[in-house]
């Protein structure tokens, strides 16, 4: 009933920027993004997947100290649209990047991990060479 697609990998060299998208396509009047909790999560090779951006369904933001001050996570209801504007990419950052939905939610919090995301897009891949 709800898709979501991301948009945006690349390969870039260090320093550089990027911005992700991932475009909720809905085919149910039982899901609205106003009242939804969106994530971004990434996978590097050999790691864990984990959190770096969660933007709540009152538009509060959450990150980790990892990518605070460098990546930004926004939201476009009108558009069924997440973003994250990544600047200043060193090599730790190169991974798989999802998108995930929590539906209905009102506040997320990035320390609650990926319980409650049950929708997922298939990833977007970011390479950052030095």
């Known amino acids: 009933q709800v898709r979501l697609v991301e948009f945006g990998g690349d390969s870039v060299q260090t320093g550089g920027s990027l911005t992700l998208s991932c475009l909720a396509s809905v085919r149910t009047a039982a899901f609205t993004m106003e009242r939804t909790c969106l994530a971004w999560f990434r996978r590097a090779p050999g790691k864990e997947r984990e959190g770096v951006a969660t933007i709540s369904a009152d538009g509060s933001t959450d990150y980790p100290d990892s990518v605070r001050g460098r990546f930004t996570i926004s939201r476009d209801n009108a558009k069924n649209t997440l973003y994250l504007e990544m600047n200043s990419l060193t090599p730790e950052d190169t991974a798989l990047y999802y998108c995930?939905?929590?539906?209905?939610?009102?506040?997320?919090?990035?320390?609650?991990?990926?319980?409650?995301?049950?929708?997922w897009g298939q990833g977007t891949q970011v390479t950052v060479s030095a």
């Open positions: 995930a939905a929590d539906y209905p939610c009102r506040r997320r919090y990035l320390g609650e991990g990926e319980a409650g995301y049950t929708i």
